[in-house]
């Protein structure tokens, strides 16, 4: 039996996509540089902010209105538009379903950080090669 969430916990979505590891290391950059500092770390499911890895799927549906439009400016959600493109919104989006499935599994937390990690220097590298050729 899973252990019973505290009742002011959505599930972890369970929605996927099929990123890359390149995908989700650049969604974790874009996480980390842009929401962090309000919303709590996928899974975590703490904090007055919405952890985003429990958000219903309509939600998710409605990033772009969300994080470009001010859909919820009401209720303290920045407008990022011309801070943040829609390529990183999507990123984010694979690492928040990558979390989710992983953590869901029973991922120890310190393994899940670890793959973070790697998938961040893959995503690192390959815009440092990117930009060598330039
Ligand atoms: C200045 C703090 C702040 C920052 C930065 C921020 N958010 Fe938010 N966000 C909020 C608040 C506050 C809410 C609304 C909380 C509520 O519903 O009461 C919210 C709501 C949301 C929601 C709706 C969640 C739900 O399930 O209802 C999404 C999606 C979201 N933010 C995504 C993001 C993403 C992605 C980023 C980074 C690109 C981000 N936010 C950056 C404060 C922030």
């Not at 994080?67 to 538009?81: D, Q, R, T, V, W």
């Amino acid at each position: 039996m899973p252990k019973k969430l505290p009742p002011n916990e959505q599930p972890l979505t369970t929605l996927r996509d099929d990123a890359s590891t390149e995908a989700v290391g650049k969604g974790w950059n874009a996480f980390t540089q842009y929401c962090i500092h309000c919303h709590p770390a996928p899974g975590s499911g703490r904090g007055s902010v919405p952890d985003l890895a429990r958000s219903t799927d309509g939600v998710f549906d409605m990033y772009n209105q969300i994080i470009l439009e001010g859909a919820f400016a009401k209720k303290g959600m920045p407008n990022l538009k011309g801070k943040i493109t829609e390529q990183q919104i999507k990123d984010i989006k694979s690492f928040i379903f990558y979390s989710s499935d992983v953590l869901g599994k029973g991922m120890p937390v310190n393994e899940y950080l670890t793959n973070i990690a790697k998938m961040q220097y893959e995503a690192d590298m390959k815009a440092a090669e990117a930009a060598k050729k330039k």
